[in-house]
């Protein structure tokens, strides 16, 4: 068990629709990552926050965004769903900033599938 | 900007035996290198990392790496394996030194199976 949990673990929804992924990183850690996992892009660095402050952004669709709140859980929000966003989101969290040696706790994922 | 190879998309290996699992990586500036482990309906769990210094790296579970900065790659490599590691297999690169943001580069993952 890395200590991040992740919610829900399935989702199905239709297209068009707008879902919410919830993560609470370790207890103390004060990052938060999100990847994407899909069979055609691999697993895919989506955005970092740190401490509540988005501190990087990587492949992540103008249609998705996320946040992270005081008590350091982070919410990924996507909308207007189509059948290309069906993959597993993981959530990983650190203790630090995103230096590059830190290490990564990754939760189990939310397994999103939109038909 | 970074990328990774992983050579291999499967490996089938019997109980007991040797495995390789192969990964080269591509970038213009020094990196830091990882695998991870992935196992059925769970996330992914770090196994080892290159950061500087020895280019034999050992990780958990009896994995180990190395670095060879020539042929820019960082193979995987257990001496013998067990039925536990059946799983699925990531390297990732990332820039070295100073701050990436959690900005990893996976490869496009090695399944390895391990049949008694």
């Known amino acids: 068990d890395s200590g991040v949990t992740q919610t829900p673990k399935h989702l199905i929804t239709a297209t068009g629709q707008r879902v919410t992924l919830r993560c609470s990183p370790r207890?103390?850690?004060?990052?938060v990552y999100w990847y994407q996992q899909s069979l055609d892009q691999g697993l895919q660095f989506l955005i970092h926050y740190y401490n509540g402050e988005e501190r990087a952004k990587g492949n992540i669709l103008e249609r998705f965004s996320a946040q992270q709140f005081p008590d350091l859980h982070s919410e990924l929000n996507l909308s207007s769903l189509e059948l290309g966003d069906s993959a597993l989101y993981f959530c990983a969290s650190s203790v630090g900033g995103g230096a590059s040696n830190e290490k990564l706790f990754f939760g189990s994922g939310t397994q999103l599938s939109v038909l | 900007a970074q990328s990774v190879t992983q050579l291999d998309s499967q490996v089938p290996v019997f109980e007991e035996a040797p495995v390789e699992l192969r990964c080269n990586y591509s970038s213009s500036v020094s990196v830091y290198l990882f695998w991870y482990v992935q196992y059925p309906n769970q996330g992914l769990q770090l196994l080892l990392k290159?950061?500087?210094?020895?280019?034999l790296v050992k990780g958990i579970n009896g994995f180990e790496a190395e670095f060879n900065k020539s042929q820019t790659s960082f193979h995987l490599r257990k001496p013998s394996v067990h039925i536990s590691d059946t799983a699925e297999y990531f390297c990732?690169?990332?820039?070295?030194?100073?701050?990436?943001?959690?900005?990893?580069?996976f490869g496009q993952g090695t399944i390895l199976t391990v049949h008694p």
């Open positions: 990732a690169v990332t820039r070295g030194g100073g701050t990436s943001y959690g900005k990893l580069t």
């Open positions: 207890s103390g850690d004060l990052s």
């Open positions: 290159y950061l500087s210094g020895s280019t």
